[in-house]
């Protein structure tokens, strides 16, 4: 399933702004790859392009390639919801459905596409994807409970497994855990390490710590002044980012010494 | 929906691409496309009201004046009717908007929270009340109560022109009239004045509050000029309502194409919309493009009074820093 | 407490004004207590007996006066300037409850006195002074309601969608300021404008149901309009990103996740819509007409609706004038009815209909 991203040149404008610029990088299968940096760099921006969600802000565009597995994401023929479907995304603010049963939430990719599925296979969809999200155990007896009603953690769980259960081949990340305490926290980062055996992850994370926990290889964003583009400063091994980085500006984030 | 069969066992991987997309596409473009054709529909309802509006008017425009139905020009006929309008609608306007903001201002700030809520409704509900019920209750009910009111402005009043007499004795007067349109938009300005005044920044009030001012000190302070504009605002669409409305002054009022300014006396200048409603089934030709310029006539006045109205609300959004 | 003089009790508040000294609690009450006691004497005075408005008038007017002016003398003009504003606020308030109280008051005790079966049952037709009914009416604007629903709530709803989730730009702005405008039209111009558009082409003396209907939609497309724009608004960003990142498109994002969160908030503002047209009158008098007879089809020939039956059968009552005028109460009152049930509904489906937050 999982694949391979490769970004060439990529350049990304919010109207006439240049939000991002020059991004070149190749991130690995079965891995998992942070994206650290001061805010307003424009990681998240990064990110969203990679599935093409910064198309929602009207204005929004991009310049240059992504390609995954030698098909261009941004090619004319390319539809930006097919895309979707293939690179699944959490976000932020846990966001369940507020009108959906849990099980509902699970499967809304499936039932918002109107898609013709066996009630069976639904069933074992929902606990295929509720269990690889680790949240099977705790919700196996509520299934039809509204899934607003479950903890923060458990929310962006359920998230979780609400993107895995539409099969996709990468999964992108934007700061899963900011919004949770450190326990559910510690929940999700163990979730992120089983489930990178089955996709490519890429994480948007404030939490140096994180990053250097999960990640195997991780990227530095950084603005060069106000007002200018954000650009992928260094792109390496998490070993090597934390201990021995090749740009002083990253070295200067990792260690706090950021003006 | 979609005619694909269940993939087995395995989620939907690998979809067919081309049928899908296709479909997905053509939803989206319908969908966009219905909505925004909606929009345009609007645009072309209001173009449409005052195209047809000014079609219909023009015959009146261009008659004869002796064809006329009261053979004077049609400036003649419409003018008292403009000034009947007017002035009712400024009757209305100075009765009820001081009530409208005592209302509001007790409703957000003096009433118990629990009854705020409650009478925040009460009012609701006055708004949706059919103004032909108000018209029943106006010439039933208020103008009989009015009659020895009447009697007692003339005797004792009667030196300001507004109160001369001779007074009514059915009590179906101009004044009557703007009192049951102060009624009626009463809950029209209330609502937006409340609307306002909770919005007022509770950091103002509480500072004023910790400087040691009492609550109408505060009020005064941080709350009425904050909701100054939205009060202005709410006013004039309450003004744009008095205008148009038709069934009230139909019922209530005792009209003889007259222009004075005489309150309380059985001769009174009709307005526009009550004299198209009684006119209009009864008309025929020439007369019916007559009512149909005035009601052209009525329509600018209060697209005029709605812009400005809007205008000033809108003003207050741009820096009130809402949104 | 003494009720001899309340109007200057000045006098009875001793020595050097103390500023922190505050009155009891049962003052001002029992201020306006006294005040409603010496307007009573007042009133009787001036007009020899008892009147119950004068009463209340100078009752009003003296217990403000009292609290005001002992206020000051006791709490000083700070603290009397407040509790003045606060007596006048809440005048202001009673005064709006009056007409509320005494217009219910008046549809229910002239109303009910035709609030028979006859009156549901039976149409005008044939029928000279006693009896006959409204059921023609009631049907006709049952029919013109529901025709003015059907072409109101799609267009309406549709628009809404267009300027939360495509408009941008000029046309955006445009239609949200004409919608606004559009809320201002005078009903009767509305009625006018659906009459000048049919008699365009079917000649002035058309009168037909669907002609109501039309009218009645210039003026609640602008309601539908602004309800749903603030409620669609009022759904989450996030939703819409969750939903577009499954690979959902935007129509489908739109139909199974915007109007199905905010299904509630859809329908009581449809609701509530539904109850502002449903009492108009003036667009229906100059397109729908009158006949005495039941008519079921809205578009051949002319049909009678509730409020244009109560406004003919009270101006116009002919001889006997009484049945008439007693019929138009009535209507009135099931006007009324209609109107309340009406904004009832749109209180329950928001209530009931609300996503459940869980918390």
């Known amino acids: 399933m999982a694949k391979r991203i490769d970004v060439s040149d990529l350049d990304i404008y919010y109207s006439s702004f240049l939000a991002v610029q020059g991004v070149n990088v190749s991130i690995e299968p079965r891995s998992i790859t942070a994206l650290i940096g001061p805010s307003g760099c424009g990681k998240s921006t990064f990110l969203r392009s990679l599935n093409r969600m910064h198309e929602v802000i009207p204005g929004a565009r991009v310049e240059g390639k992504v390609v995954i597995d030698g098909q261009d994401l941004y090619g004319a023929e390319v539809d930006p919801v097919d895309v979707r479907r293939q690179i699944g995304m959490v976000f932020q603010r846990p966001n369940p459905f507020p009108t959906m049963s849990i099980y509902d939430n699970v499967i ?100 140096m710590q994180q990053a250097a926990r999960v990640s195997t290889a991780t990227g530095f964003f950084n603005l060069s002044g106000v007002g200018q583009p954000g650009r992928l400063v260094e792109f390496n091994p998490t070993e090597k980012i934390f201990s021995n980085p090749e740009e002083k500006a990253t070295e200067d984030y990792i260690s706090g010494r950021f003006g | ?59 009146a425009l261009t008659a004869d004046t002796a064809d006329l139905p009261n053979e004077e020009g049609l400036g003649a006929y419409i003018g008292p009717l403009i000034f009947g309008t007017l002035l009712a609608a400024v009757i209305a306007l100075v009765v009820a908007t001081p ?122 302070m941080s709350v009425l000029p904050y909701g100054k504009s939205g009060v202005i605002g709410g006013a004039m669409l309450g003004l744009g309502r008095a205008l148009g409305e038709t069934l009230a002054v139909a019922i209530v009022l005792s009209a003889s194409g007259v222009v004075t300014f005489d309150l309380i006396s059985s001769t009174n200048p009709s307005t526009i919309a009550a004299n198209i409603a009684l006119q209009f089934p009864e008309s025929s030709g020439l007369n019916v493009n007559v009512l149909i310029a005035s009601g052209l006539a009525l329509f600018v006045i209060t697209l005029a009074v709605n812009m400005l109205a809007r205008w000033v609300v809108n003003r207050r959004a741009d820096f009130s820093g809402a949104n | 407490m003494s009720t001899q003089t309340p109007v200057r009790p000045v006098e009875s508040a001793q020595g050097p004004v103390e500023v922190h000294r505050r009155l009891p609690r049962f003052a001002p009450s029992g201020l306006y207590v006294a005040g409603i006691v010496v307007g009573a004497l007042l ?25 005001w002016l002992t206020s000051r003398a006791v709490e000083g003009r700070r603290k009397a300037s407040d509790r003045l504003v606060t007596c006048l606020v809440t005048t202001a308030f009673v005064i709006a409850l009056v007409p509320l109280v005494s217009l219910v008051y008046t549809v229910l005790d002239k109303g009910l006195e035709r609030f028979d079966s006859e009156f549901f049952n039976s149409s005008m037709l044939g029928v000279v002074g006693e009896g006959g009914g409204a059921y023609h009416a009631i049907l006709g604007t049952l029919i013109v309601t529901a025709l003015t629903t059907v072409i109101s709530v799609p267009i309406g709803l549709m628009t809404a969608i267009y300027l939360v989730e495509y408009g941008s730009g000029r046309l955006k702005k445009a239609i949200t300021f004409l919608v606004d405008v559009m809320t201002g039209i005078p009903s009767i111009v509305a009625g006018l404008f659906a009459f000048a558009l049919f008699s365009i082409f079917f000649g002035p003396g058309i009168r037909l149901g669907v002609m109501g209907a039309v009218a009645l939609s210039v003026l609640m497309i602008p309601v539908v309009v602004r309800s749903a724009e603030e409620v669609l608004k009022l759904v989450p960003n996030e939703l819409r990103e969750a939903s577009y990142a499954l690979g959902v498109s935007k129509w489908r994002t739109i139909v199974k996740v915007v109007l199905r969160t905010s299904i509630a908030g859809l329908g009581t503002g449809i609701t509530l819509a539904i109850a ?23 578009f051949d020939g002319r049909m009678t609706t509730l409020p244009v039956y109560a406004f003919y059968q009270l101006t116009q009552p002919g001889f006997p004038a009484e049945p008439a005028i007693a019929r138009a109460w009535t209507a009135a009152l099931v006007l009324i009815i209609l109107v309340m049930a009406l904004n009832i509904v749109a209180r329950l489906i928001s209530r009931f209909f609300a996503p459940k937050t869980g918390r």
């Open chain 1, 108 to 207: 809304a990719g499936v039932r918002l596409n109107s898609t013709r599925m066996k009630k069976s296979d639904m069933d074992d969809l929902v606990e295929r994807s509720l269990k690889g999200a680790n949240l099977w155990a705790e919700v196996k007896d509520r299934l039809n409970r509204p899934g607003s009603g479950l903890s923060g953690g458990q929310q962006q769980r359920l998230c979780i497994a609400r993107a895995i259960a539409v099969e996709p081949e990468v999964l992108l990340m934007d700061e899963p855990c900011s919004a949770l305490d450190p326990i559910s926290t510690l929940a999700i980062e163990d979730l992120m390490t089983e489930l990178k055996e089955r996709f490519t992850i890429v994480i948007v994370t404030h939490n």
């Open chain 3, 43 to 67: 009133a009787a005075l001036t007009t020899g007996g008892f009147n119950i408005a004068l009463t209340v008038v100078y009752g009003a007017v003296l217990g403000t006066l009292a609290v």
């Open chain 2, 99 to 220: 009530l409208a903001v005592g209302i509001a201002l007790y409703i957000t700030h003096y009433a118990p929270r629990r009854l705020a809520a409650l009478m925040g409704y009460v009012m609701d509900l006055l708004a949706a009340i059919p103004s032909v019920v108000y018209g029943f209750w106006g010439i039933a009910t208020l103008a009989p109560a009015l009659v020895p009111f009447y009697g007692w402005l003339e005797r004792n009043l009667g030196f300001i022109p507004l109160f001369s007499g001779p007074a009514s004795v059915t009590g179906r007067t101009m004044l009557t009239v703007g009192l049951v349109l102060a009624v009626m938009i009463l809950p029209i300005i209330s609502a937006i004045s409340r609307e306002v005044f909770s919005q007022a920044p509770a950091l103002h009030r509480e500072a004023a509050l910790a400087l040691g001012a009492t609550r109408w000190e505060m009020i005064r």
């Open chain 2, 1 to 59: 929906m979609t005619t694909t069969s269940a993939p087995p066992s395995s989620p939907p991987q690998r979809r067919e691409p081309a049928a899908q997309k296709r479909k997905g596409r053509f939803g989206d473009r319908l969908f966009a496309g219905a909505s925004t054709g909606s929009g345009i529909l609007i645009l072309l309802v209001l173009a449409g009201v005052a195209v047809f509006l000014i079609s219909r008017s023009i015959p």
């Open chain 3, 276 to 298: 502002r047209v449903i009492g108009e009158t003036a667009p229906l008098l100059v397109t729908t007409g009158l006949i005495t007879s039941t008519n079921m089809n809205p």
